[in-house]
């Protein structure tokens, strides 16, 4: 299961330099979080989690291995993208393709980097690149719900939800609200949504990157972000891709010695990751043995076989019970085979919705 985020913004904000950081960090760090180039703007990292290193020594795995998230490095947005203007046609592509947006704001001064312009208003660019997304939605939408309708009206039932559906993110978009706000909660009818593909429909991170001076506490341009962010329901991290760069082939002891001098516990970096996955609604559950421990990613709410099917199709196929130990036990308790001594190992069937942490062995047969 492969999960993006697409990473936007302005020219200038510091989109390329926060994700050649982002990627080069991870290449620089132990094997445990691999980054790997799919294409030249495209890189998958290890999502950092300490779990799994616990439940690795308590097995003693040859081979750590985490799940990962991918990042896009989407080209730079000017207005009138949704006409095609610049490269709109290609950066509203490459966002449809994506499951979730982070979105780089500049919140810092600098008179040798020129912003497109010519002020420092994170919160106005913020909308520049919203109302390119809305106008391009507003536009398919306009086309497609009376069309939907006028069928629905014939009695076509297919196009009856689809009208439901997608008439009051229609209804938004002419509000200048984005669609998300409209996401429905019915298993049907958000599988209609998203066939939409709407850009507004996407979860949205906000990245404020800062000097050096504010990456621990930020500025006054950061907590207008987060003001925003809050009233939209979503999530804002700050960054200083200027110190996450200067981090990059460092020793982990030398760079926990410099995240200490700046006043940081850690990397912007690892918090925009968690902050992605967290976005997207994932989960983690593991697998561990003598010759791994590996960290796998589902959804939240995802039963037994989906996790058995992330591990390989045969598995959800002829998925028969889930060997479960949750992670506190398996920590606690210092292993499988003193969690099954102690009752703690539970046979789940094909209903048990899998917890995050869950250490998990499948049983099943093809």
């Given at each position: 299961?492969?999960?993006?985020?697409g990473i936007v913004g302005l020219p200038n904000v510091g989109k390329s330099t926060l994700f050649n950081a982002l990627t080069e960090t991870q290449a620089a760090q132990a094997a445990n979080y691999p980054f790997c180039t799919i294409e030249p703007n495209v890189g998958n990292v290890g999502v950092?989690?300490?779990?799994?290193?616990?439940?690795?020594?308590?097995?003693?795995?040859?081979?750590?291995?985490?799940?990962?998230?991918?990042?896009?490095?989407?080209?730079?947005?000017?207005?009138?993208?949704?006409?095609?203007?610049?490269?709109?046609?290609?950066?509203?592509?490459?966002?449809?393709?994506?499951?979730?947006?982070?979105?780089?704001?500049?919140?810092?001064?600098?008179?040798?980097?020129?912003?497109?312009?010519?002020?420092?208003?994170?919160?106005?660019?913020?909308?520049?690149?919203?109302?390119?997304?809305?106008?391009?939605?507003?536009?398919?939408?306009?086309?497609?719900?009376?069309?939907?309708?006028?069928?629905?009206?014939?009695?076509?039932?297919?196009?009856?939800?689809?009208?439901?559906?997608?008439?009051?993110?229609?209804?938004?978009?002419?509000?200048?609200?984005?669609?998300?706000?409209?996401?429905?909660?019915?298993?049907?009818?958000?599988?209609?949504?998203?066939?939409?593909?709407?850009?507004?429909?996407?979860?949205?991170?906000?990245?404020?990157?800062?000097?050096?001076?504010?990456?621990?506490?930020?500025?006054?341009?950061?907590?207008?972000?987060?003001?925003?962010?809050?009233?939209?329901?979503?999530?804002?991290?700050?960054?200083?891709?200027?110190?996450?760069?200067?981090?990059?082939?460092?020793?982990?002891?030398?760079?926990?010695?410099?995240?200490?001098?700046?006043?940081?516990?850690?990397?912007?970096?690892?918090?925009?990751?968690?902050?992605?996955?967290?976005?997207?609604?994932?989960?983690?559950?593991?697998?561990?043995?003598?010759?791994?421990?590996?960290?796998?990613?589902?959804?939240?709410?995802?039963?037994?076989?989906?996790?058995?099917?992330?591990?390989?199709?045969?598995?959800?196929?002829?998925?028969?019970?889930?060997?479960?130990?949750?992670?506190?036990?398996?920590?606690?308790?210092?292993?499988?085979?003193?969690?099954?001594?102690?009752?703690?190992?539970?046979?789940?069937?094909?209903?048990?919705?899998?917890?995050?942490?869950?250490?998990?062995?499948?049983?099943?047969?093809?």
């Amino acid at each position: 299961m492969g999960f993006r985020c697409g990473i936007v913004g302005l020219p200038n904000v510091g989109k390329s330099t926060l994700f050649n950081a982002l990627t080069e960090t991870q290449a620089a760090q132990a094997a445990n979080y691999p980054f790997c180039t799919i294409e030249p703007n495209v890189g998958n990292v290890g999502v950092p989690d300490p779990r799994l290193d616990k439940l690795a020594a308590i097995a003693g795995s040859a081979k750590i291995i985490p799940t990962q998230l991918g990042f896009v490095d989407i080209a730079g947005l000017v207005r009138g993208a949704s006409k095609g203007e610049g490269l709109g046609n290609q950066f509203l592509g490459n966002i449809r393709e994506v499951d979730a947006i982070v979105h780089v704001l500049r919140c810092f001064e600098n008179d040798d980097i020129q912003h497109v312009d010519n002020k420092i208003d994170p919160v106005s660019d913020a909308e520049t690149v919203e109302t390119e997304l809305m106008l391009s939605d507003l536009e398919s939408l306009e086309k497609r719900v009376p069309a939907a309708q006028k069928k629905a009206a014939q009695g076509d039932k297919d196009n009856k939800l689809i009208a439901a559906v997608l008439a009051p993110a229609l209804d938004l978009l002419r509000e200048g609200k984005p669609a998300r706000l409209a996401r429905p909660s019915d298993e049907e009818e958000l599988r209609v949504f998203n066939q939409a593909q709407l850009l507004t429909a996407k979860p949205v991170l906000y990245v404020c990157n800062v000097d050096e001076d504010s990456a621990a506490e930020g500025n006054e341009f950061t907590a207008k972000v987060f003001e925003k962010a809050k009233a939209e329901g979503a999530n804002a991290v700050i960054v200083s891709a200027a110190i996450e760069s200067e981090l990059v082939g460092m020793e982990p002891d030398e760079r926990l010695v410099f995240l200490e001098e700046m006043g940081l516990h850690e990397t912007g970096l690892a918090r925009v990751i968690r902050s992605g996955y967290d976005l997207l609604h994932l989960i983690t559950f593991f697998t561990v043995g003598p010759k791994e421990a590996r960290a796998w990613t589902i959804h939240t709410g995802d039963k037994a076989p989906d996790a058995a099917g992330e591990i390989h199709s045969d598995m959800q196929r002829g998925f028969i019970r889930a060997e479960t130990i949750a992670y506190d036990d398996y920590v606690t308790l210092g292993g499988e085979g003193p969690a099954k001594e102690a009752g703690k190992l539970r046979q789940e069937g094909k209903e048990y919705v899998v917890q995050d942490g869950d250490v998990l062995h499948f049983k099943f047969n093809v």
